[in-house]
Structure formats: structure tokens, C-alpha cells
């Protein structure tokens, strides 16, 4: 595991996938990697893409990879998609929009599912970051499921969040302002080649200035056509300033802080779930609580109460 | 620990046909794996390095061009020359009887024709996929 983090720390791109797959499958010897990898981190840039399904996500990344590859940065890219809640399989497509990308070895795609997480990211993202930033990538991707309200986790990892939308969502974009509307530091509006741009460009500036008040950074919205390359240079323009609003205004270490938080959080949720569920001891005291319930000789949150007791003696 | 089986699922050369690489792409994420899809028209090194960086166990590939002595040989040559030889390769496709054997000596274990059914393809996967 040590080796295999030094390895990654070097740039071997293998090293970075295995280790990544070590993440995804909660290796309990991972700590062991992650604390090498941890000491190596925290240079990169963290971009994070969110967006309706189908809004041109992957395209979209794909042509701001090459924009920063162009400026001379190498690229880490996450593409996470859903795992079926039934089958606990997944269909990962992201790299057909990248295909592009596959032979640049300035690039590292990694294509992950959700394996149960809500909220538009997966449990290992965290490690999986760390791994890329760590391997020396200088801009990490991050794209997130295509979401609908509530799948706003990205803030909580991302330096600069990108909320992509398309033409002719028209008044649909009142119904979805309370959540992902909420965590732009950018928006996007793609396919700018289809009719009803202008519209749409307009109900997201005025719901903007709704909320604007004065002195304030004001979120900018930029149209780009990603399948046709346009807009695209603005658009890494706008990511580079405001990476040096954050930075300027002394809140990227609380957006750091915030990550780590959650970091930490999805750690110690990991670790008591897999103590709770898994292990055999307290599995048959879960198992006898549940029964319980079911008797009604107790409730859940007495039976919980019990099992929390259990963990912290 | 939870392990789940990662497989590549790739269109190598000209052939543009993909309805049967969608349908077992489909099949495989049914049964519980996670399936990648890279699209088509990829030359061997591309499926090469995918297959390194998604850290998969499994590349299958489709091709109903013909040209599979040639493509599916490039991929299992290039893997090796990787160290990767321990990722299982399985192909598919209009694939002539007697080009099977020459196909598993040069390390594709599993040869899929037409008609195969789904079940033997996630049962050949689950039974010879490492570790």
C-alpha cells in the first residue's frame, strides 16, 4: 500500500488507478496510502461541474480540458454517474465525449459510480481527489451526476462550481432555483447554438439580480456551444478569475476547511456504518434490536440510543 | 470490503456498429458491474490506456468488421507490453470458428459469436475474472 502510494506521488499512472479502485472498494489498508498521499495534496485546483441531465456535461469538460492543457496545466477528471439501487451495477459514459482526451498523458480520467451515495458525488471522491492532486495533476474535474434539486454535495469539494443548464428549460428554471441555483459560482448555458438562448440567459441574469446586493461578486453566466468549441476560453477565463476572487478575498481556506470537513465526515460515517452493519458482533445485537421493534418491546430510537452506547464504551 | 467487477466495454477500428457492445454493456451493469463505455472508433493504445486508468478486470471487445485477427491481437499485445496481462480480454462479433483458437492463444480468453446467450458472457466474466 506504501509503495503504491510512493509510486503515485511519482505520477505512475497505474499506481494512481489502483489506488483509486483501493478507494472505491474501502480497502482497509488504505489509511496506510492515504496518509503519504495526504502530505503530497492540496495544490490543486478544484473545479466542480454540475448540471441537468443531458445539459452537454462531458463535452463540456472535455473542451476546458484542452483549454487548460493549451495553458499549459495537467488534468485530473472525475466523471461519476448513477449506480442502479437495484442491481448495484452502473453504465459509465462519460468517456465517449472524452475519447478526445484518451491519449494525452497529461490527462487521468477516471469514470466512478455513485455506489449508493445521494447527493451527486460518490463516497471515494474525497480519496480520489487527494490521489489525483497528490499524482501532480494541477486542475482536478469534478463532474457530478446530472442532478435535478437536491444533488448540491459539489460545493463542498469544489474551489469553483459550474451550474451548466440549456436553452428551453424555460419556466422549469424556477422550479429548480432552490437548490442547484443556489451553488454557482459560474453558470453555463450550453448548446448556445439552439434557439431560446437569449431567453434563458435573460430569467438567469434577472434571477440573479433578484438577489443581488450591491458590492457583492455577482455571478456571471456565460453561453457556450461546447460540441462547437465556442466560448469556451471565456469560460476558463471566468473559472481563472474567479479562482483569484477566492483567493483575494481570503475564502479558499474555508472553502478547504469546508472540504476537509466533509472529508472527515464521510470518513468517520464509513467507518461507523462498516463497525455497526458489518461486523459480527454488533450485526447480531442489530439484528435482536430490529426484532425488538418489531415487537414493540422498543423503538428506534431507543434501539439506537443502545447501539450508540455499545460503540462508545 | 466490497469489490465490484469493472469492465471496458470497446469498439476498436472502423466498425460502426454498436448495438451489440450496448446490449451487453447493458446486461453486464444488470448483473451487478460496472460497466465503461468508451464509443467507438477506438485504436488499440486508446482501449489500452482506458483499461489503465479505470483500473478495469475486464476489456471486451466488439467487432463486426472483420478485422479482429488484426485489432483484438493489438490489444492484448499492447497490454502485455504494459504489464496488464492480467486484465481478462473477451471479444465478440462475426467471429469464423476457425479463428477462435488462434484468437485464444493470443490471449483473448473469451470469444463470443452471434447468439451467445447474455448469461454465458456474465458467467464466463464472474468465473475467470481474478482475485
Redesign the interface.
Known amino acids: 500500500m506504501k509503495d503504491l502510494a510512493e509510486r503515485a506521488v511519482n505520477g505512475d499512472d497505474r499506481a494512481v488507478a489502483r489506488l483509486i479502485t483501493h478507494a472505491e472498494n474501502c480497502h482497509p489498508d488504505l489509511y496506510e496510502a492515504m496518509r503519504i498521499i495526504h502530505r503530497h495534496g492540496g495544490r490543486a485546483q478544484v473545479i466542480g461541474i454540475t448540471g441537468v441531465m443531458g445539459a452537454g456535461k462531458s463535452t463540456l469538460i472535455a473542451e476546458i480540458a484542452l483549454e487548460y492543457r493549451k495553458r499549459g496545466k495537467t488534468v485530473g477528471i472525475i466523471a461519476i454517474d448513477p449506480t442502479s439501487p437495484f442491481t448495484g451495477g452502473a453504465l459509465l459514459g462519460d468517456r465517449i465525449r472524452m475519447s478526445r482526451l484518451t491519449m494525452d498523458p497529461g490527462i487521468f480520467i477516471r469514470s466512478m459510480g455513485t455506489r449508493g451515495m445521494l447527493g451527486g458525488l460518490t463516497g471515494a471522491v474525497y480519496d480520489v481527489m487527494e490521489i489525483m492532486d497528490a499524482s501532480g495533476k494541477d486542475v482536478i474535474i469534478v463532474e457530478t451526476v446530472g442532478v435535478g434539486q437536491a444533488e448540491v454535495d459539489i460545493i463542498k469539494i469544489a474551489d469553483t462550481t459550474l451550474v451548466v443548464l440549456v436553452p428551453g428549460l424555460g419556466d422549469s428554471i424556477q422550479t429548480i432555483k432552490a437548490g442547484l441555483m443556489e451553488i454557482a459560482d459560474i453558470f453555463v448555458v450550453n448548446k448556445a447554438d439552439v434557439p431560446g438562448i437569449e431567453r434563458t440567459m435573460a430569467e438567469i441574469e434577472s434571477m440573479i439580480d433578484l438577489g443581488h446586493r450591491p458590492g457583492v461578486r455577482k455571478t456571471p453566466v456565460l453561453a457556450t456551444a461546447a460540441k462547437e468549441c465556442k466560448g469556451i476560453t471565456e469560460l476558463v477565463d471566468a473559472i481563472e478569475e474567479h479562482r483569484e476572487f477566492i483567493v483575494g478575498s481570503g475564502s479558499l481556506p474555508d472553502r478547504r476547511r469546508k472540504r476537509y470537513e466533509a472529508e472527515l465526515v464521510e470518513i468517520i460515517r464509513k467507518r461507523l456504518m462498516t463497525m455497526i452493519f458489518d461486523e459480527k458482533v454488533f450485526r447480531e445485537k442489530v439484528e435482536s434490536l430490529i426484532g425488538r421493534i418489531e415487537g414493540k418491546e422498543t423503538d428506534p430510537y431507543s434501539a439506537a440510543e443502545e447501539i450508540l452506547d455499545g460503540l462508545l464504551k | 470490503?466490497?469489490?465490484?467487477i469493472?469492465v471496458l466495454v470497446a469498439k476498436p477500428g472502423l466498425d460502426g456498429h454498436d448495438r451489440g457492445a450496448k446490449v451487453v454493456?447493458?446486461a453486464?451493469?444488470?448483473?451487478?458491474?460496472?460497466?465503461?463505455?468508451?464509443?467507438l472508433?477506438?485504436t488499440a493504445?486508446?482501449i489500452v490506456?482506458?483499461a489503465?486508468?479505470?483500473?478495469v478486470d475486464v476489456v471486451g471487445l466488439s467487432l463486426l468488421s472483420g478485422a479482429h485477427m488484426t485489432l483484438f491481437r493489438d490489444v492484448t499485445d499492447l497490454l502485455k507490453e504494459?504489464g496488464?496481462d492480467d486484465v481478462l480480454v473477451v471479444g465478440g462479433g462475426i467471429i469464423p470458428e476457425e479463428d477462435v483458437t488462434p484468437l485464444k492463444e493470443a490471449g483473448i480468453r473469451g470469444v463470443f459469436g452471434p447468439g451467445t446467450p447474455l448469461e454465458d458472457i456474465i458467467e464466463f466474466i464472474k468465473g475467470n475474472v481474478k482475485g
Open positions: 470490503m466490497e469489490r465490484k469493472r454493456a447493458r453486464l451493469r444488470d448483473s451487478g458491474m460496472e460497466v465503461i463505455y468508451t464509443g472508433h477506438q493504445e486508446m490506456n482506458s489503465l486508468q479505470e483500473d504494459k496488464m
